[in-house]
């Protein structure tokens, strides 16, 4: 297998060499962070929907739309990149997805325990100190190769993160915000600043590199050779073109921000022949959290709305339709226009 320990590159490289190696069927550890900073976003989002373009290109942000899942992230220098690249048939890669993130995530356990910080894994792939994440990851296929990719977080700019998300209006921005400031830490803010200056790039790297090699074997240094270029430049002629960037995606009314394994931040709006319906509310493992309704629709007495949102209060997101129905036999209230079916448009995930 190849080690790419190639530090800060350009920043669409970070991207293009994992999909290039993948394409070349290539194993490889590749560890790498952006010289400068971009917005990358899943293979299944639309760019119009998830992205403020307006802001992006007045700050002079590029976007990149990666071959794996996930969401929209800011991400900059101070994440260092892992992309690790594996043949689809090579045993080493359990068949389940869940054991697969928590084979693969432990060399990145293991790097933060060594330098004093308590992470663990948290499925499906999370890795969480105290219940906040400290590492975004994900992994899909490309060509004939499986692709795990994640980063160590230095630290991070959660200001941009939240100002280049394509948000809804500014409350709900300071809410997204607020958010993941909570539930998003980093090396810096686990450690305290002195302490974690000491761990610089190349250290973390390397011990990336020492700690993925008790896992998959030695490792053969490398760089970027003519092959790997190539493919690499080709690649770039498609990925950053607008045809692969701007491919659209389901349209959805409304935001759902994922902050954490477990725990999203939504807002949902539908048109009812009564009016529009609008709701804001977490969603923290499996049930609904801080529920907040509003709209342009009637209703009768005017704590309806307050009682409804009582109801689903803390409910579990499974049983919503169960929840709305018992709301609805009760009787005691009149919404003109907005049946059960309008609030399962509101309520879903």
């Known amino acids: 297998m190849e080690l790419f320990n190639l530090g800060k590159i350009p920043w669409a490289e970070t991207q293009l060499i994992y999909h290039s190696l993948a394409l070349l069927g290539r194993e490889a550890l590749c560890l790498v962070s952006p010289a400068s900073p971009y917005v990358c976003i899943g293979y299944q989002q639309d760019l119009a929907q998830e992205v403020d373009l307006a802001f992006c290109r007045t700050h002079n942000i590029p976007i990149f739309r990666r071959e794996v899942g996930g969401g929209a992230v800011f991400l900059d220098g101070n994440q260092l990149f892992f992309h690790l690249i594996l043949k689809r048939n090579n045993p080493i890669a359990p068949k389940r997805i869940d054991a697969f993130y928590q084979k693969f995530l432990q060399p990145v356990i293991d790097v933060h325990h060594r330098i004093g910080i308590p992470a663990k894994y948290k499925p499906v792939n999370d890795l969480v100190v105290q219940n906040r994440k400290i590492s975004g990851t994900g992994a899909g296929e490309i060509g004939d190769s499986i692709v795990f990719v994640g980063n160590l977080i230095l630290d991070f700019d959660y200001d941009t993160m939240a100002r280049v998300l394509k948000i809804p209006d500014e409350k709900f921005r300071d809410k997204v915000k607020k958010s993941i400031e909570e539930n998003l830490s980093t090396i810096r803010r686990e450690l305290g600043e002195a302490q974690s200056d000491q761990w610089d790039e190349d250290t973390l790297n390397n011990m990336l590199a020492e ?139």
């Open 211 to 349: 700690e993925f090699e008790k896992l998959l074997g030695p490792m053969n240094p490398a760089g970027k050779d003519s092959l790997l270029t190539d493919m690499m430049q080709a690649l770039k002629l498609t990925m950053m073109g607008d045809d692969w960037l701007y491919r659209r995606g389901k349209q959805i009314r409304g935001r759902v921000v994922k902050v954490r394994s477990g725990f999203e931040v939504v807002q949902r709006m539908h048109k009812a022949t009564g009016g529009l319906l609008r709701a804001e509310f977490f969603v923290k493992d499996g049930r609904f959290k801080e529920m907040a309704i509003s709209g342009d629709f009637f209703c009768f007495p005017k704590n309806t709305v307050s009682r409804l949102e009582a109801a689903v209060e803390g409910s579990p997101v499974k049983e919503i339709a169960k929840v709305v129905t018992d709301f609805y036999q009760t009787g005691y209230f009149e919404l003109p226009g907005v049946e059960i079916d309008d609030w399962m448009h509101v309520f879903k995930i």
